[in-house]
């Protein structure tokens, strides 16, 4: 934590409404980190932000005053497997839940045991390779046969159905459907290579983040029967609603 996210704090905070009477507002904020950050995070976190009353003001001169009575913070990935608890798509049990955390950059895995929904440490891991990497593949292959380069939205736009620019239509299903299969290749066989032991602790495959929309389905080969499908609009904030549903259940 640092002041320079404050501002997008605020903007979060005003964002969702609260302090809009105009009384001062006591706030449980939650949120969360990688795991391989969390423990340096969360104490920088909790010493920035827990006592700390923000004036927001707006252009129009509206001011908004938010005390941030705690921090509530979770591991990236275990947020969005309390988000699934709290809808009741996975229950505790003897097993492991693997979420699959499907970036731009990178995909990040957290093994959690679902009997107590901690971590475990040494079956989480990061692969070197993202939606953004497809992106960029389907770019490529653009800008070969019209001979102009693509902004990056619309080759994103353009993995998941055909659409047209500068009068020329491309993309699709049929031509992006190759590179999402690689992409989520890679990916298994990276899992299978990490989880090759525990593989059969396996009861709950979560696929979350931008990219599970396009390959998260693809997953299910590594544990058939397994994969639990976020709705779509819920998909890449996961994590976050974990996080949110955390701060609420916060008892003081």
């Known amino acids: 934590a640092h002041d320079d996210s404050l501002p997008l704090i605020g903007a ?28 340096q995070e969360v ?16 252009s129009s001169g509206e001011v908004r005053i938010v005390n941030i009575k705690r921090m509530i913070m979770r591991p990236q990935g275990v947020g969005a497997a309390l988000y699934l608890l709290s809808l009741g798509m996975i229950e505790k049990q003897p097993g492991f839940g693997v979420v699959v955390d ?6 990040d895995v957290l093994t959690i045991n679902l009997k107590n929904m901690e971590p475990v440490v040494e079956l989480c891991f990061s692969i070197e390779t993202g939606i953004g990497d497809a992106v960029s593949q389907l770019g490529r292959l653009i800008a070969k046969e019209t001979g102009f380069v693509i902004p990056t939205d619309i080759a994103r736009e353009a993995l998941s159905r055909i659409v047209t620019f500068k009068q020329k239509r491309f993309g699709g299903p049929q031509v992006s459907e190759p590179i999402l299969n690689g992409l989520a290749s890679r990916i298994l066989d990276s899992l299978r290579a990490n989880l090759r032991g525990d593989l059969d602790r396996l009861v709950a495959l979560i696929p979350v983040g931008g990219g599970a929309s396009l390959i998260g389905d693809k997953l299910e080969e590594l544990a058939p029967g397994f994969l639990i499908k976020i709705p779509d609009e819920d998909v890449q904030y996961a994590n976050c609603l974990g996080y949110k549903d955390a701060a609420q259940r916060f008892e003081p």
């Open 12 to 39: 979060a905070i005003w964002q969702a409404g609260v302090g809009i009477n105009g009384e001062p507002t006591d706030l449980i904020l939650g949120s969360g980190t990688p795991l391989g950050r969390f423990n």
């Open 102 to 107: 499907i970036g731009s950059r990178t995909t």
């Open 43 to 58: 104490v920088a976190s909790k010493e920035f932000l827990e006592g700390k009353t923000l004036k927001i003001e707006s």
